[in-house]
C-alpha cells in the first residue's frame, strides 16, 4: 500500500536576531517607545530637581524661622539681682501654647548664680538634650541638631548660649521646630506635583503618539497603493507624497517599469525561440517519417522529444519570468469550474465532483499557469480513475490555499512516487501520454514557491495535494 509522500516544504523565514526579537518591527512602535522613555524620564528629572528645590527652600525657610524665634527668645529674658530667670516671651506663633504641638521653647541656667528655667506652655515635659560633645557648639555658641519630640514627632532644634548681664552670668535657649510637619508637607507637595507631571506626561504622550501616527499616515498611502500594485488592481503608485516619501515611491514606479519591461522582454524572447525552432523540429519529424526504417524512427523520435523538451522548458522560462512581477492574480473558482466541466464533457463515464470554499480565492500568479497545472492534475486523473474523481480548494495558513485532486484508481506505489515527478518518465506504457504531466506539475510548483504532495486517497488511487500562495 503506497503512503503518502512528503511534501516539500515552504521557505523557512529565518530566525530573527535577538535585537530584532527585542524591539518589534514597527517603525510607529519604536518611535512612539523611544519618546516615551524620553518623555517619562525627563519628567522624572523634572519631579526631582523641582522637589530638591523645593525641599532645600523649605528647610532654609525652616531653619530661618527657628533662628528668627531663636532671636526674639534672647531678647524676651533676662536675669533678676538673685539670679532669677525673667520674662515673658511671645513669639508670635501659637503653636508654642498648644501642649504637645511639636513647638517648644525653654530657657536653662547656664553657669553659676542662674537658677530657675523658662518654658512655652506647648511644652508640658523636659526634652534632653545631647551632650556638648555629641554636638559641640560653633565659634557663636550656637549648634542644632534632631532629637525625638514629646508625641514622638521629629524635631529640629537651634539652641544657643547667651550671657545675661554684666556678672557673665548666662543661659541655655533653645527652640523647638516640629520637623514632621514640614516632612508632611514637602511629601502633600511631591504627591500634587506627581500627579500633575504624571496627568501632563500622559497628555504629552499621547498627543506625541497621535502626531507621529498622522506623520507617518503617508507611509500607510505608500503600502496601501503597493498592496493595490501587487494584487493588480493598479499599475503604479499614484497620488501626492511628502517630499521625504515621493523619491521612495518614483523608485519604486520606475522598479515596477522595469520589471513589467524585463518580463515583456522575456515573454518576447521566449515566443521567438519557439517561433524560430517550430519549423526545424516539425521539418525533422517529418523527415525521420518519411525517411521510415529504424533510423528514420530514431530522427522522428528524437526530435519529438526535443520538441517536448523544448515545450517544458519554454514553460518553465515563462513562469520563472513572470514569477517576479507583481502584478498578476487569477480568481481560482470560476477558473476550476471551468476546467471540471470541460473534463466532464471529455470523460462523461468519470463521476466528477467538486468542493469550494465560500469566499473565493485569488492565486498570486498568471491564470495560464493554474490552468497548465490543473488541467495536466485532473487529466491524469481522470485517465486513471475507476468511475470517480473528487477536486477540492481549502484555504490553508494564511497567503496559501490547498487544491485537491483523488481518484479511485490504482494509484502510484510508494517506491514510485519520486519517478513518476521526473520528465518523460512513465510507469504504465499502456496508456497513452508523454510523461511530462506531472513533471510540469511540480516545476510550476516550484517556481510560485509552494508544495506537491502525493498521497494514497481514501477513494482508493492517487491523491495530489498542491499549496500554493494566494492573495488576501
Known amino acids: 500500500m503506497s503512503r503518502r509522500r512528503k511534501a516539500e516544504p515552504l521557505p523557512i523565514p529565518a530566525r530573527k536576531p535577538f535585537s530584532a526579537r527585542l524591539w518589534p518591527r514597527s517603525l510607529a512602535f519604536r518611535v512612539i517607545g523611544f519618546s516615551t522613555i524620553w518623555a517619562i524620564l525627563t519628567l522624572i528629572v523634572i519631579f526631582t530637581l523641582i522637589t530638591t528645590l523645593y525641599r532645600q527652600a523649605s528647610e532654609r525657610g525652616f531653619d530661618s524661622l527657628l533662628s528668627a524665634h531663636l532671636f526674639n527668645l534672647i531678647g524676651s529674658v533676662g536675669v533678676s539681682e538673685s539670679g532669677q530667670l525673667t520674662g515673658a516671651p511671645d513669639l508670635g506663633d501659637l503653636r508654642f501654647s498648644e501642649p504637645n504641638s511639636g513647638w517648644y521653647w525653654s530657657v536653662e541656667p547656664a553657669s553659676e548664680g542662674v537658677h530657675g528655667d523658662l518654658h512655652s506652655s506647648s511644652m508640658t515635659t523636659t526634652i534632653p538634650s545631647p551632650t556638648v560633645a555629641e554636638v559641640p557648639f560653633n565659634s557663636s555658641f550656637q549648634r542644632s541638631y534632631s532629637t525625638d519630640g514629646i508625641g514622638d514627632e521629629q524635631l529640629e532644634v537651634f539652641e544657643s548660649e547667651f550671657v545675661l548681664d554684666a556678672k557673665n552670668r548666662a543661659a541655655r535657649f533653645r527652640v523647638m521646630g516640629n520637623k514632621t510637619e514640614l516632612e508632611q508637607e514637602i511629601a502633600t507637595f511631591q504627591g500634587r506635583l506627581l500627579t500633575y507631571l504624571s496627568l501632563f506626561g500622559v497628555g504629552m504622550i499621547a498627543i506625541n503618539a497621535i502626531a507621529i501616527l498622522l506623520g507617518l499616515q503617508p507611509l500607510r498611502r505608500v503600502r496601501n497603493a503597493l498592496a493595490q500594485v501587487r494584487e493588480g488592481t493598479a499599475q503604479r503608485l499614484d497620488g501626492r507624497f511628502p517630499a521625504e516619501i515621493e523619491p521612495l515611491a518614483n523608485e519604486t514606479n520606475a522598479l515596477i517599469e522595469n520589471n513589467k519591461r524585463i518580463v515583456e522582454r522575456s515573454r518576447t524572447q521566449v515566443g521567438n525561440l519557439a517561433h524560430s525552432l517550430k519549423t526545424p523540429l516539425a521539418v525533422l519529424i517529418n523527415e525521420g517519417r518519411a525517411l521510415g526504417g529504424a533510423k528514420g524512427q530514431l530522427i522522428a523520435d528524437q526530435a519529438a522529444s526535443m520538441q517536448k523538451q523544448v515545450d517544458h522548458y519554454l514553460q518553465r522560462a515563462r513562469v520563472a519570468a513572470q514569477r517576479d512581477s507583481v502584478v498578476y492574480r487569477t480568481p481560482v473558482t470560476p477558473l476550476v469550474q471551468r476546467m471540471v466541466r470541460v473534463l466532464q464533457k471529455l470523460k462523461p463515464d468519470v463521476s466528477l465532483s467538486l468542493t469550494l470554499p465560500a469566499a473565493d480565492i485569488?492565486?498570486?500568479?498568471?491564470?495560464?499557469?493554474?490552468?497548465?497545472?490543473?488541467?495536466?492534475?485532473?487529466?491524469?486523473?481522470?485517465?486513471?480513475?475507476?468511475?470517480?474523481?473528487?477536486?477540492?480548494?481549502?484555504?490553508?495558513?494564511?497567503?496559501?490555499?490547498?487544491?485537491?485532486?483523488?481518484?479511485?484508481?490504482?494509484?502510484?506505489?510508494?517506491?514510485?512516487?519520486?519517478?513518476?515527478?521526473?520528465?518523460?518518465?512513465?510507469?504504465?506504457?499502456t496508456k497513452p501520454g508523454t510523461g511530462l504531466g506531472l513533471a510540469i506539475v511540480a516545476d510550476l510548483v516550484n517556481e510560485y514557491g509552494g508544495a506537491l504532495a502525493l498521497e494514497r486517497s481514501t477513494m482508493g488511487g492517487l491523491k495530489a495535494v498542491v499549496r500554493l500562495r494566494s492573495l488576501q
Open 362 to 429: 485569488v492565486f498570486a500568479g498568471e491564470r495560464e499557469d493554474l490552468e497548465e497545472l490543473l488541467g495536466n492534475l485532473l487529466d491524469n486523473a481522470m485517465k486513471w480513475a475507476k468511475s470517480t474523481v473528487a477536486v477540492s480548494v481549502t484555504p490553508a495558513a494564511a497567503g496559501l490555499f490547498e487544491l485537491s485532486i483523488e481518484d479511485d484508481g490504482p494509484g502510484i506505489p510508494e517506491d514510485k512516487a519520486r519517478d513518476v515527478l521526473k520528465r518523460g518518465r512513465r510507469l504504465d506504457e
